[in-house]
């Protein structure tokens, strides 16, 4: 027995001993996972901050440049004038206006500077004769320099210097004061020095930084991870926490590893869904933003002289903005579902009108992909109560779905029609179908079918459970018939609200 009983101490004692070396090897996987995924958000935190900030201070600056030429067009217009619009432009820091020959319209020493001469110099005569603006720098200044035709002094070049003070109180500050989130988001110049910080970086840790464009070719935007929030700190918590529950498992050792077990299963699930789940969303956000960055840039350097070509391009941009605005209203709206904060303001009212809102909204994609739409929306549909705004949202993820997961029969269907104290709305693709093992799961959070024929198809998997949610909260269902090869059927089935603007009492 004693034996016996040194055997299975000695048998508990390897099988801790080799639970506590898998559980280090778990955390060092762990944060390098961590790590790796924290840099990968910070850059596209960092990348989208640069973009909104870039975008702010250009239309700044084409707003200036707007109020300044109407200025200049005024057959009375005096240099003194100029200060007048200055303060009403506070980005503006200084202001200079050259005629063809050079000479200073605004006398001062400062027109004399010798770095004025060498950037005159640096003007090609095609922007006189065309016209056109571009950043340069003034020694270590970046200007904006604009040929501006005059009423009475033929074109001018107007040199704008920027009132940094204003750029970080309305660009900066407005652009990344706002971010959540532990990270520090900070300006930094090229010498690594601060320019703008929404918070007091103090021992704060420079993960990485991203480069402006050409409005602010010398600042960069860096990402600050705050002290004890790297994946090192939250490693050394989480093996205090597992010497700790270490001594605990040497007393119920069996339970423990079956629970553990179970534990770890699901943790990494998760983990991998999560992770899924990021790299889907941010793949989701760079492609429309690249489509919309694109041909917008494409518009704009007016390269597209066909009409018929400009509207297309026109119709891609307003695709890819829609499509932009579905992800991240998904995106949100699980976050406010997952806090508790989502409320609908339900209201008496028909759903024809959000059908067919939500169908208008598709009309390019679906004539750009070759579908066929079939709708079937009867007039006089008993009335709901409905958050209209949510029940297109939860319409359009069907629909788009529909979209993505058609092959090649091209064909969707939407109807609507009174049931038994209900309204019923239906959307069917004739597409690739889901398999029966998945269907009871298509409706939970981060979950995406696992087909290899949708594995091109990225989503964030969060569409159809916000789907379900939404009509659980109107007092109503969501049922889906699918079969594998052609194609699948989503029902919203919403109580039809009585006379007096309440729902009916269920039965009994």
Not at 320 to 327: G, V
Not at 398 to 411: E, G, H, P, T
Request: net charge positive.
């Amino acid at each position: 027995m004693k034996r016996f009983e040194l055997l299975a101490i000695a048998a508990v004692m390897v099988a801790a001993a080799v639970l506590a070396v898998l559980g280090y090897v778990s955390l060092r996987q762990w944060q390098i996972s961590a790590d790796l995924l924290f840099r990968a958000q910070a850059r596209d935190m960092a990348a989208m901050a640069a973009a909104k900030v870039e975008m702010t201070v250009l239309k700044a600056e084409e707003e200036c440049l707007g109020a300044l030429q109407v200025l200049l067009f005024d057959p009375d217009f005096r240099p003194e004038m100029v200060e007048a619009w200055k303060a009403r432009a506070p980005l503006v820091g200084r202001v200079f206006l050259f005629d063809r020959t050079g000479r200073p319209l605004l006398p001062g020493p400062a027109s004399r500077d010798p770095a004025l001469t060498g950037l005159l110099a640096e003007i090609p005569r095609s922007v006189w004769d065309r016209g056109g603006r571009r950043h340069l720098m003034l020694g270590p200044e970046v200007v904006l320099a604009a040929v501006l035709p005059s009423a009475s002094h033929g074109p001018l070049l107007a040199i704008l210097g920027r009132n940094e003070e204003a750029l970080r109180r309305d660009v900066l500050d407005k652009a990344l004061g706002g971010a959540e989130g532990p990270s520090v988001l900070a300006v930094i110049d090229r010498n690594d020095r601060p320019v703008y910080a929404p918070r007091p970086l103090g021992r704060a840790e420079p993960v990485l930084t991203v480069a402006f464009g050409e409005a602010l070719p010398t600042w960069r935007v860096a990402v600050y991870r705050p002290e004890g929030a790297s994946p090192r700190d939250a490693m050394a918590r989480q093996a205090m926490l597992f010497t700790g529950a270490f001594a605990c498992l040497l007393v119920v050792i069996g339970l423990g590893l079956a629970a553990t077990y179970r534990l770890v299963r699901r943790e990494s699930e998760m983990a991998r869904l999560k992770a899924d789940f990021v790299a889907n969303v941010s793949h989701d956000l760079k492609t429309p933003l690249s489509l919309i960055r694109m041909f917008a840039e494409t518009l704009e350097m007016d390269r597209v002289r066909d009409d018929a070509t400009r509207r297309q391009y026109y119709g891609v941009i307003t695709r890819e903005s829609e499509r932009l605005t579905r992800l991240i209203d998904n995106v949100l709206d699980f976050s406010r579902i997952e806090g508790g904060r989502r409320r609908y303001d339900l209201r008496p009212g028909r759903v024809e009108p959000v059908i067919h809102e939500v169908l208008d909204s598709f009309r390019y994609p679906l004539l750009q992909g070759g579908f066929k739409l079939e709708v079937d929306v009867p007039p006089g549909l008993p009335a709901i109560r409905m958050d209209a705004a949510a029940l297109g949202q939860a319409l359009a993820n069907l629909v788009d779905n529909a979209v993505k997961y058609s092959d090649q029969r091209r064909a969707i269907r939407v109807a609507a029609r009174a049931g038994s104290n209900e309204v019923v709305i239906e959307v069917a693709d004739e597409g690739i179908g889901i398999s029966p093992a998945d269907l009871g799961r298509v409706f939970d959070k981060f979950f995406r079918v696992g087909h290899s024929e949708t594995q091109g198809r990225r989503g964030s998997g969060l569409g159809l459970s916000l789907v379900k949610h939404i009509a659980e909260a109107h007092g109503g269902r969501v049922t889906v018939e699918s079969c594998p090869g052609r194609g699948s059927r989503f029902a919203l089935h919403l109580p039809a609200a009585s006379p007096e603007g309440e729902p009916p009492c269920p039965a009994s």
